[in-house]
């Protein structure tokens, strides 16, 4: 069997495992998010906590309780970090510098999981679990609990209540995340991912060479990464790192929970506003720019224009041997079109091509499918956008799910579109016209130019992936690209929750004949070519001087 044709076979095994798993696990977390009933050990945490479960919130409310919450997550991790040489488990480790303790709180807090350091060489094993893995759990359920709120936007008719944050927050935790992740680090265990939780010790490695590593809850962590998001993981090589992606089907396995709850979220969209058909449209959008994104990095990686890459028919600098060029890109595609940050190889030696494309997956918003949470709820922000242009091309109000899009919703849409650009092409123009942190990028030219984009793209979407060669921690870079996090982060989710509670406050609009219809390919394929055009107008020119200009030179 031929590379290509192997590479094709494993990305339509992850298309048809999704297809499978999208129904039931979208029906879940459809009850999971409208059943009335609270487990024993939730409302143990109300009571803790202070909350009244059945008690409802305003966007308002909704919107301070989950900058409330993030506030104190960064506080606490922070101080974790810069105290750990007094805390348990430390392994000796030193606190962590002020401006790397802030970076990686922000980070972690966010979604993001940015991280500028090794793990195991700067962590201690109670800042990695009460820290870090926590937060890799609470942070996707607050994204959760956002594209949850938007959804009940649409579903609820002239009230001003969008649920309780805590509540969803919980269920997303204890019900959804926990569950997958249990399951998950069982099968890399079974795998071969090392699960150890000792002072260095020595393993028996995948080769059968002796090895002396630091210990850790690796497998844990590995799958808390994929579901979660986390950017270096345990070891810095990431996933292509023996000890936590041992064999090709762990890579799989990976890859599988890197998609299947932001693939499966729309399902459950569709369950909340009564129509499975909208769910399958919303779906279909992110799957049709997914495969799209998967075809063109694939094939830039394989049949790059390169001498080398061409004599040996792929492009194999950067990529671990044990999964090959076709996989690893798979791997990239998935890891940049969501807000991961996972890697099993090293974009940074990518083709001037492929690199640019795991670029323009974050640029596309992350929704294809995107973050935990935050690709439904970016996804249908776009749709909206969508539904106004075409309601301008037959000159009448449009509207959406039985909504009316006027000039309130579609400002807070537009607006949510702009945070993220801002972010990436201030702090990348910062950077490039400051000699001090030009200085950071370990090539010239364009291609030292698209590291620099890159951190901006990741920092700013959440994802946490790196063109590695750039030098980041430094106290300017730490603090930008938190900075970059934090703006990208919650001002789209306090613009989601301010449009979720315009549109709960509005009753049914019938359909009419002019009325769009939003369950049908045409309608498919106009969100994804708004996607497509949006991001080229705002981000074209960058990649021209980047990317683009690395290919052709």
């Keep these: 069997m031929s590379t290509t044709t192997a590479g094709i076979c494993f990305a339509g095994s992850l298309v048809l495992a999704l297809a499978v798993v999208y129904r039931p696990l979208g029906d879940y977390m459809y009850r999971v998010f409208t059943g009335t009933t609270h487990a024993r050990a939730e409302k143990v945490i109300y009571r803790l906590i202070g909350v009244r479960p059945d008690a409802e919130q305003t966007w308002g409310v909704y919107a301070r309780s989950v900058l409330a919450f993030s506030v104190v997550s960064v506080l606490f991790l922070y101080g974790l970090q810069r105290l750990q040489n007094h805390l348990l488990l430390s392994l000796g480790f030193k606190p962590v510098m002020t401006h790397q303790a802030w970076n ?15 793990g195991e060489s700067t962590m201690g094993h109670l800042v990695q679990m009460a820290g870090l893995a926590v937060q890799n759990f609470v942070s996707a359920a607050v994204g959760i609990a956002v594209a949850i709120a938007l959804v009940r936007g649409f579903a609820r008719r002239r009230t001003e209540h969008l649920g309780n944050f805590w509540v969803d927050l919980v269920r997303a935790n204890l019900r959804i995340l926990l569950p997958i992740a249990v399951v998950g680090a069982i099968v890399l265990v079974a795998g071969g991912a090392v699960q150890n939780f000792h002072d260095p ?10 090895q002396t590593i630091t210990g ?51 399902r459950t969209f569709g369950r909340m506003v009564g129509s499975n058909k909208q769910g ?5 959008v992110m799957a049709t720019l997914a495969v799209l994104s998967m075809t063109l990095i694939m094939w830039f990686q394989l049949a790059h224009h390169g001498t080398v890459p061409t004599a040996i028919g792929s492009s194999m600098e950067g990529v671990e041997t044990r999964f090959g060029v076709a996989n690893s890109a798979t791997f990239a595609d998935a890891t940049t079109l969501t807000s991961t940050g996972a890697v099993d190889s090293f974009h940074d030696s990518y083709t001037s091509l492929g690199g640019m494309m795991t670029m323009f997956n974050m640029m ?8 935990t949470g935050s690709g439904l709820y970016g996804m249908l922000i776009l749709a ?16 959406y799910l039985g909504k009316k899009i006027g000039s309130r919703e579609i400002k807070f849409a537009a607006t949510y579109f702009l945070v993220t650009p801002i972010c990436v092409l201030v702090g990348t123009a910062f950077a490039m016209a400051l000699p001090g942190q030009r200085a950071g990028m370990l090539n010239s030219g364009p291609h030292g130019l698209s590291e620099v984009l890159y951190a901006f793209t990741s920092a700013s979407n959440n994802n946490g992936s790196a063109f590695a060669g750039i030098t980041v921690n430094t106290p300017w870079y730490d603090t930008a690209l938190g900075l970059a996090m934090v703006f990208g982060r919650f001002l789209p989710m306090i613009f ?3 449009l979720a509670g315009s549109l709960a406050k509005q009753g049914l609009t019938p359909a009419s004949e002019g009325t769009l219809p939003t369950h049908r390919p045409q309608f498919v394929v106009m969100v994804a070519g708004v996607t497509v055009v949006l991001v080229a107008l705002t981000f074209l020119p960058a990649l021209v001087l980047g990317p683009l200009a690395e290919g052709i030179h």
């Excluded at 990686?104 to 090794?118: K, M, R």
């Design 104 to 118: 990686t709180a922000i980070s972690f807090t966010t979604n993001t999981n940015w991280q500028s350091y090794s």
């Design 201 to 210: 010790h020595t393993i028996q490695t995948l080769t059968g060479a002796k």
């Design 216 to 266: 850790g809850p690796v497998a844990s962590q590995e799958v808390i990464k994929e579901l979660g998001t986390n950017g270096g993981g345990f070891y810095n090589a990431n996933s292509a790192h023996p000890f936590e992606n041992p064999t090709t089907w762990t890579n799989w396995f990976e890859i599988f929970l890197l998609l299947v709850i932001s693939f499966s979220l729309p």
């Design 280 to 284: 399958y449209a919303i779906v279909s």
């Design 364 to 371: 596309l918003g992350e929704v294809a499918p995107g973050g």
């Design 384 to 399: 909206i956008v969508t539904v106004f242009v075409a309601g301008l091309m037959v000159g009448r109000t449009p509207e």
């Design 496 to 498: 989601v929750l301010a």
